[in-house]
């Protein structure tokens, strides 16, 4: 089954302590993309990739990190979680435009708080 | 910088009624790819619609269809027939297809169906 993949699905942290949220696709999707969504604002993109070692800042990318070592995999990092981190995460994966379907596929999102 | 506005936070109507969310979007660009993406209660992000600017032709997905007006940056979503199952919060996104390439999405607006 096609899919993204997203772990852990809800977690509950404190101030300063580092976290990863992995995630994963099984399409060979070249691009991906992290995004946090609060209320009233919609989906605001973090940080995303169009290849394996290509990544680059999207619109919210203070308090980010991410990496790009392996085509499926994309994991974002918090190096020092913030409360106003607090927020719900989707991972998402496509094709690049002109090579197919501009369809974007969503992981489940993660529901994180920083304490 | 694009912007996608969706000017109704919510919006309710009974079962079996035709519901219009409006959205409009500002760029200067000139191909890009319009979404209507649905959030159910689970979270899940699900496409809905599709429109490539390029096509005057309006899309149409069963229930649901949109109505583009590519000169006034309108696009809007009517749901047909409306069941209790397309209770959700819907966005508009809308991508550019140079660059980023990222989705830029509107605030949402929160859509309850009545029995």
């Known amino acids: 089954e096609a899919q993204v993949t997203q772990n852990p699905r809800y977690l509950i942290t404190v101030t300063g302590k580092k976290l990863t949220v992995t995630c994963s696709q099984n399409?060979?999707?070249?691009?991906m993309s992290w995004y946090r969504q609060d209320p009233g604002l919609g989906l605001r993109q973090i940080y995303y990739?169009?290849?394996?070692?290509?990544?680059d800042k999207g619109d919210v990318p203070e308090g980010y990190k991410v990496s790009r070592k392996e085509k499926r995999n994309f994991p974002l990092i918090l190096e020092s979680p913030s409360p106003n981190q607090t927020s719900l995460y989707f991972c998402?994966?496509?094709?690049?435009?002109?090579?197919?379907?501009?369809?974007?596929?969503f992981g489940p999102g993660t529901r994180l708080t920083v304490l | 910088a694009q912007t996608v506005t969706q000017s109704q936070p919510e919006m309710s109507v009974q079962e079996a009624e035709t519901v219009t969310l409006s959205c409009t979007y500002d760029?200067?660009?000139?191909?890009?790819?319009l979404f209507w993406y649905k959030q159910p209660p689970s979270r899940q992000m699900i496409l809905v619609i599709r429109?490539?600017?390029?096509?005057?032709q309006n899309a149409t997905e069963n229930r649901f269809s949109v109505n583009f007006q590519k000169a006034a940056k309108s696009f809007s979503l009517k749901i047909s027939d409306s069941q209790l199952g397309d209770t959700a919060m819907y966005f508009c996104?809308?991508?550019?297809?140079?660059?980023?390439?990222?989705?830029?999405f509107g605030q949402g607006t929160r859509l309850t169906i009545n029995p």
């Open positions: 998402a994966s496509r094709q690049l435009p002109g090579l197919g379907s501009s369809e974007q596929f």
């Open positions: 399409m060979n999707h070249e691009y």
């Open positions: 990739s169009m290849n394996v070692e290509v990544t």
């Open positions: 760029t200067s660009e000139n191909n890009y790819y």
């Open positions: 429109q490539e600017a390029y096509k005057q």
């Open positions: 996104a809308f991508m550019i297809v140079r660059g980023a390439q990222k989705l830029v």
